[in-house]
């Protein structure tokens, strides 16, 4: 009887953390996003008095917290209306022009910029190709995304054409590895960018649909 109840119980408890797995993991991101995102934000509020936002000297309120965030996007919502305009990018341009001219900042910002720049450019088809490589050893394969298929003073160096290939860690992808490869050794697949990284970041558990064309 007692062995009964125990496994009986314990089939309970493992069907109930599968249903409240998913919900718990849901909320505990979107708490780390949060208060990511709040540590920044709540210094927009400078201008109030700790008196009124602050529960204690460092614990902002949480509802403050959400004006905070809130008034973070109406800015970078404005900001985007000013750079549709014309008087908006000019004085983006000078702004760009005086970052670049200030010792040290200027790489982290041009480094930065270049990057924001070929992540979010339409023309740039590499970006949104799944790969399939062999690695870190032959007979392994991993998942991979390839970012670009130019590389001149790589490629003047070797002499199969190369490509590069960002393999992202798993379960975090904003980590991993840049890797430089043959053409003929990296395997392009159909699946999205979107259903690449939701293969990853569950582990390979949520496996994305394919119909294989006769």
């Given at each position: 009887m007692k062995n009964n109840f125990l496994a009986h119980w314990r089939g309970n408890f493992l069907t109930g953390l599968a249903v409240v797995m998913?919900?718990?993991?849901?909320?505990?991101?979107?708490?780390?996003?949060?208060?990511?995102?709040?540590?920044?934000?709540?210094?927009?509020?400078?201008?109030?008095?700790?008196s009124l936002t602050h529960r204690s000297e460092s614990q902002i309120y949480?509802?403050?917290?959400?004006?905070?965030?809130?008034?973070?996007?109406s800015i970078v919502c404005g900001i985007g209306v000013l750079a549709r305009n014309y008087f908006g990018k000019r004085m983006i341009e000078w702004m760009d022009s005086a970052l670049m001219h200030v010792p040290f900042l200027n790489k982290i910002?041009?480094?930065?910029?270049?990057?924001?720049?070929?992540?979010?450019?339409?023309?740039?088809?590499?970006?949104?190709?799944v790969v399939l490589i062999e690695f870190p050893h032959p007979g392994t394969w991993s998942l991979g995304f390839l970012t670009s298929e130019h590389h001149p003073e790589v490629?003047?160096?070797?002499?199969?054409?190369?490509?590069?290939?960002?393999v992202p860690a798993t379960p975090n992808p904003t980590s991993g590895f840049l890797l430089f490869l043959p053409e003929n050794k990296v395997t392009k697949l159909e699946m999205s960018v979107a259903e690449g990284i939701k293969y990853?970041?569950?582990l390979g558990a949520i496996v994305p649909g394919f119909e294989k064309k006769r």
């Open positions: 998913p919900a718990l993991i849901s909320v505990y991101v979107l708490v780390l996003i949060f208060g990511n995102l709040t540590a920044v934000t709540d210094k927009l509020l400078f201008f109030l008095p700790d949480w509802y403050w917290s959400m004006v905070a965030l809130a008034l973070a996007v910002y041009g480094a930065t910029k270049q990057v924001n720049d070929a992540l979010t450019s339409g023309n740039k088809e590499s970006f949104k190709t490629q003047s160096r070797l002499a199969d054409p190369i490509v590069s290939v960002f990853i970041i569950s």
